[in-house]
Each structure stands twice: as structure tokens, then as C-alpha cells.
């Protein structure tokens, strides 16, 4: 039976579940009275009444941190520097720190798109330039030659 629903993800969690089974985060801590999980933001725990931990470990909440800033410059790198943005996003979906991975297969997908037409525009414009430029060619007769005017 699913009441839950993982803030990462969307998928559904189970009573018992201490972590997403879609994305593996984590999305409660144990109960130091009677070992159940108790979801993060409950104030208590909902068998035994015992107080909640108010936030996850400290070590989870690092690990996020990294994944977070790994995500942001695989995004970021996916726009600017497209095959520096593949790289980054192949490396995060590789890495077992990042729980919610469907931002990385974002970035990787725009990265390829990009770094694809980057590579046409490039084999289509360099030979024109090179050409352009070893027989003294004005720029403005380049560009002109370029887009057919």
C-alpha cells in the first residue's frame, strides 16, 4: 500500500520504505525507540510517539550538497561547453552520491543535441573559413559567399 510520495522522484513509497526504490534517496530515518521509519519533517514517530529527528544525517545532506553542484555545472556546462557537459553529465549518472538523476539525463541529452550541432556547424563553416582565409578573402566577402547573398 503507497501513502508515501519521494520528493525527489514522485514515486510511491511504502510504509516501511527508508528509501526511495525509484531513485534511492533517502526519505526517512529509523526510530531510536522501536526501530521504525519515520518520515523527515514528522514530529514524531507514528508507531511509538517517540520524538522525530528533525533533519537526515549530516552525511546525506553533504552527499546532496555535491550532487547538487555536480548537476548544476553539468547543466550549466551543457549550454555553454556542450562536451564538457556530456562528460560531467555521464560521470553524475555514474555516481552513486546523486539520488535524483533526472536533471543529469537532462543535461546529457541537451549536451548531445548541442555537441551534434556544434559538430555540423563546424565541419560545414571551418573548410569555408579556412578556404576563405588562404585566398585573402575580406570578411564581409566570406560571410557573403557563407550564407549564399
Known amino acids: 500500500m503507497y501513502q508515501r510520495i519521494c520528493s525527489e522522484c514522485g514515486c510511491g513509497l511504502s510504509d516501511t520504505a527508508a528509501v526511495c526504490p525509484g531513485c534511492g534517496a533517502p526519505v526517512g530515518a529509523f526510530c531510536t525507540e522501536c526501530g521504525r521509519i519515520v518520515p523527515f519533517g514528522a514530529a514524531a514517530c507514528l508507531n511509538c510517539g517517540a520524538p522525530a529527528l528533525t533533519a537526515p544525517p549530516v552525511q546525506a545532506a553533504e552527499q546532496d550538497s555535491a550532487g547538487r553542484l555536480l548537476v548544476t555545472l553539468a547543466l550549466v556546462f551543457a549550454f555553454f ?10 560521470v553524475g549518472l555514474k555516481s552513486k552520491q546523486i539520488h535524483s538523476k533526472r ?3 537532462v543535461s546529457l541529452v541537451i549536451s548531445v543535441i548541442l555537441t551534434a550541432a556544434l559538430t555540423v556547424f563546424l565541419s560545414i563553416f571551418l573548410p569555408k573559413a579556412i578556404n576563405a582565409y588562404s585566398t585573402g578573402k575580406r570578411i564581409s566577402d566570406f560571410f557573403k559567399g557563407l550564407f549564399g547573398a
Do not use: C, N
Open 103 to 105: 536533471r543529469l539525463v
Open 81 to 90: 561547453l556542450p562536451p564538457v557537459g556530456l562528460v560531467i553529465s555521464i
